[in-house]
């Protein structure tokens, strides 16, 4: 689907790097090993995880690009679709970055509240966006920091009503009930973001995936940057797909550890939004943030129409009942101030 593609991006070639059997290799200017292996580029096309992925989600190579993290994935869905002055849209509250990234791209960005922060009026949000013509609207489900489910249904009604490109970004999918995949293959203007940061526990190797229409992962991947995924990530990647069996284990622990720091949260008077993520997100007091810092407890705290939440995100049980203990000590003393 070329339809929404900058005009100036059709023409582009991919940076074609190519894979020769060899002898000696002295065409590429690296430098004498001494680390084994790391003085070669890594494998442009991170073809092996790209197969493993492939794979494990019964979609073909073709329809995935890895990035540096899905971030760098966001980035290239706009270096590639969005001109300037062109309309972003997500709904409100949410990931901070859609905005920064459109505003970096010289786009205009506006948000479609939730309601009650719980859920999204789907009907009333597509005519919101069949109103103000966006080039791409871009959706974290769940959502982050509220931990709201879109129902694929809604996803899917989006996708055929709006005449724009839709992004899901699903980086907490692991927790949900509810994954929406394989209809980018009928919905051509659908691209799904995934990353190893979140359910597998590997946000510091900077790992994330796109799955869309070969077509459209074809046309990003001329925005991307040679190599942009490094020797040292692919390998770890690779290994964390074979290791799937304990990934499962540790995505299952943070479900039930939710469960349990929720039911906690509200005996001690707090109300946690329903979440399908690994974080709850809750009404606090004033001063909250500051006074777990002080007992060296970080928690998110969000300032502007968000003034008094904060997110607070499932760790090991271990951690949780620290954090939790630590903000029960904190109504303590703040009660005897009182
Ligand atoms: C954490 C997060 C990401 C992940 O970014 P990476 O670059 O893959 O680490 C993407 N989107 C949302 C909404 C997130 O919360």
Redesign the pocket.
């Known amino acids: 689907m070329l339809k929404y593609l900058r005009e100036d991006i059709k023409k582009l070639k991919a940076y074609k790097v190519n894979k020769i059997d060899y002898q000696i290799k002295l065409d590429a200017n690296e430098g004498i090993a001494w680390l084994n292996g790391y003085n070669r580029y890594p494998d442009d096309s991170c073809s092996e995880l790209r197969e493993k992925l492939a794979k494990n989600l019964g979609m073909k190579r073709e329809e995935i690009l890895m990035g540096n ?4 994935l ?1 980035e290239l869905v706009m270096k590639a679709y969005l001109e300037a002055e062109e309309l972003v849209i997500s709904i409100s509250p ?2 901070s ?1 859609y905005k920064i990234f459109t505003i970096i791209h010289k786009g205009n960005y506006e948000e479609y509240p939730l309601k009650d922060m719980t859920s999204l009026d789907v009907e009333g949000f597509i005519e919101f966006v069949q109103s103000k013509k966006p080039k791409i609207v871009i959706l ?1 489900n769940p959502n ?1 920091p509220t931990g709201t489910l879109i129902p694929k249904e809604d996803i899917i009604k989006i996708a055929q009503a709006c005449d724009c490109m839709i992004v899901l ?1 699903e ?2 999918v692991e927790f949900a009930e509810e994954e929406t995949l394989e209809e980018v293959r009928q919905y051509k203007n659908l691209i799904v ?1 995934r ?4 359910a597998l526990g590997l ?1 510091g190797i ?3 995936y796109m799955i869309a229409d070969a077509e459209i992962i074809d046309y990003i991947n001329r925005v991307r940057s040679p190599y942009n995924v490094n020797s040292l990530t692919q390998a770890t990647g690779l290994r964390a797909l074979e290791n799937e069996e304990e990934l499962t284990g540790n995505v299952r622990l943070i479900k039930e550890e939710r469960e349990r720091v929720r039911t906690r949260l509200e005996e001690m008077g707090y109300i946690p939004l329903p979440s399908q993520g690994n974080f709850l997100f809750f009404k606090g007091e004033e001063g909250l943030y500051t006074a777990l810092v002080e007992k060296k407890v970080l928690i998110r705290a969000y300032g502007g129409d968000l003034k008094g939440y904060y997110r607070l995100t499932i760790g090991t049980s271990e951690e949780n009942d620290i954090a939790l203990a630590t903000m029960e000590e904190v109504r303590n003393e703040t009660g005897k101030d009182k």
């Open positions: 993290g899905s971030s760098e966001i949410t990931f970055m974290s982050n970004d980086a907490y973001l990353t190893f940061s979140k946000a900077r790992l994330g």
